[in-house]
């Protein structure tokens, strides 16, 4: 388990970590090899596809990730790789030097760094180094507060060997390192969490971020792409800097400087120079490579080591690497993070509105946004921001009629004085509410004029293009596409739309080549790979479906993702056959079918969808898209008799904190079907949490426990409800012991 890297992303540990991904092998040209592994994740539905390339003459592996926002809504996401480094008491933590202080999660506490003073994780330290593992007895995280150094290892002097990691820190400011700690509670988490090679530390890197959590965001189909690379290395020890050619160390004692340089790569005639005051006072040639390490002690007279600088060059007179020691100091700690006050506590409407969107970009797990937002709009119902924002919130949550209210009152101040405002966020947002209630005219002016600025012509021109097609006005579609595409040629979406638009413009060769270059973009587009299957022969395209579902591991999630892509542009039939690929007998692909049928006017056979639905099994389907609803909303009124479209229609409003919704759903679903006992269990939670009313959560429990013969964990929570029933006259133990149930 602690061996290797562990990729997270959209956020640290994510769900769905161990799951199966995506993957594939490329040869490249230049002899090097390449993994490509890809997913679009389940909880924000964004992509992300990591390349892991091996180079036939360089001693490191190159990680080349490309995160994509599919979704129509901007997404917050943090990107940390996560290797696992065995250590013992000759290892330390190589940070660069001018790493002065680290924090905590969050950024909660804050200690000086490499010698620590104070109190950090409860413990006390007394001008101690917790670079060291060796020092650190308990628990603890540090994550450094700033760098200009784009590396960050471990180096066990013992071995003399380490690990270091490279990326510019511009995009991978994040250095991190976690540990169980040295003390007993440690040495119990080795055991459990290792086999043979004892203790180990996390070493992370984080892109787009340097704490945890510390989200950054990216907006509708948007794509962010950046590279990291991991070496081993010897003899350097503490690193004082490093690139992906090579590293160096510089040690200044007594009059003497000894330097020490590893390369990546084999480097012949490589040049080695120590200046002092910018002029040359040593220099030297050598054949450098990572089995060839070059050390050398100098002799020099300097005494201020911040005139000395080293460079090593190659033959041709390219920098691989250089350093100059910085200037000893103490700065300043910097502070940790504040608690958010409450909303009646903030003085201005803009840092309620920068509050409340704090909060939904750190995913916080105890503060709501919403109080800040509507305090805002208390203070000034036609703040732009706030409205943008909360309407923004309230289409997460699938209140559709209502977000369009926030968005038309952002647009009233917005075109106050001139109508065409400087930011027309609020129109695309606008046309997005239409477009998800199938008002598809409203929504193509709100968009069209979202075009009038710059920050939203790639999302706009795409819904653009998608009404367009649904229309089959496939020349206008194409046109309206392409001026998306100037925006970002990588946007895979619309690559995927012009795809099947040429497909359906006869433009066979054009589309070929195009589908082409998508799958070099992205060779995980599976919506560019399906319009391959459609262009090819007939005879050939059954063998092809065949290897198109092993691509996409039969898993359901990404032909129901692929699917709603060509819903998006009216292209049902496609969707609907691309789902028939996949034979997983899973609740949302029935519902999915049904709805193209619907949509195709297969009426008869919509409904027997709907009622395959109704009778898959249940269990682990926690729909959680948008678009989920509008599906499932079809089919509660196609089968109103059918009680499990009600059940997941309240599964997904409980996700989206829409308690009223949820409860009512879940009260259709168990009048439906009184036997089906995970309802019950729903039912009682909402009622418990929200305070619904006091007394019928215990019906709720007893229901769900006397369906499933008594389940200990279900008796668990019924004890804990009815022990705090205020308003109960007898102890929860005792109204437990007259119901009759035993644990």
Known sequence: ISGGIEFNWPQHHRPSTFDPVEYTYAENEDGSATVWMGEIENM???????????????????????????????????????????????????????????????????????????????????????????????????????????????????????????????????????????????????????????????????????????????????????????????????????????????????????????????????????????????????????????????????????????????????????????????????????AAKTPEEILTCEELYLTGLHIEQYRHATYLPDPYYLEGLKRDAGDIRLNTAYGMLLFRRGQL?????????????????????????????LGLTLFYQGRYEEAYDAFFKATWTNEQQEMSFYFLAAIASMKKDYLSALELVEKGLVKNSHNIKARGLKASILRKLGCTEQAEKWIAENLEIDCFDFVSSYEEILLSQPEEQNNRKQLLKAKMRNFHQNFIQAAIDYMEGGFWQEALDLLNICDVQWPMLYYYRGGALKKLGEEEKAAEMFRLADKADPSYCFPNRLEDINVLKMAVEDQPECPKAYYYLGNIWYDKRQYKEAKENWEMAAKLDPQYPTVFRNLALVFTINQMNRRRPVRYWKRRLALTHQMPEFSLNLISYTKNLVCQQRTGLLFMRNMQIRL
């Open 44 to 338: 924000f539905r964004t992509e992300g596809v990591l390349g892991v390339t091996l180079y036939p003459d360089k001693a490191y592996i190159e990680l080349s990730a490309k995160l994509y926002n599919r979704t129509k809504m901007p997404q917050t996401f943090l990107w940390w790789a996560n290797p696992a480094v065995a250590v013992n008491d000759d290892t330390i933590s190589v940070f660069p030097e001018d790493v002065t202080a680290v924090y905590d999660h969050g950024k909660r506490d804050v200690i000086s760094f490499p010698y620590a003073e104070g109190t950090y994780y409860k413990h006390k330290y007394d001008h101690v180094n917790i670079a060291q593992y060796k020092n650190i007895p308990v628990p603890t995280s540090y994550m450094a507060y700033r760098s200009d150094y784009n590396f960050i290892g471990e180096y066990d002097y013992g071995k003399q060997a380490g690990l270091l990691h490279v990326a510019d820190h511009h995009i991978a400011p994040g250095k991190k390192q976690w540990t169980w700690g040295c003390g007993e509670f440690g040495k119990a988490w080795d055991l459990a969490l290792t086999d043979e090679d004892g203790p180990y530390i996390e070493l992370m890197t984080g892109c787009f971020t340097d704490n945890q959590p510390d989200f950054t965001w990216i907006q509708p189909q948007e794509t962010k792409n950046f590279k990291q690379y991991f070496m081993p290395y010897k003899k350097v020890g503490y690193v004082k800097n490093a690139s992906i050619d090579a590293m160096v160390n510089m040690e200044i004692e007594n009059g003497k400087v000894s330097l020490c340089v590893y390369t990546t790569g084999e480097e012949k005639d490589a040049r080695i120079v120590l200046e002092k005051c910018g002029k040359e006072i040593f220099a030297d040639t050598a054949d450098i490579s990572p089995v060839k390490i070059y050390e050398k002690e100098v002799s020099v007279d300097a005494e201020d080591k911040t005139e000395l600088t080293v460079r090593v060059l190659n033959a041709q007179g390219r920098v691989l690497v250089e350093f100059t020691p910085l200037e000893e100091n103490i700065p300043e700690l910097p502070k940790p993070a504040e």
């Open 401 to 429: 009629k209502e977000s369009e209210k926030y968005f038309r009152k952002a647009l009233e101040r917005m075109t106050w004085k001139n109508p065409n405002p400087y930011n027309s966020e609020a129109y695309y947002d």
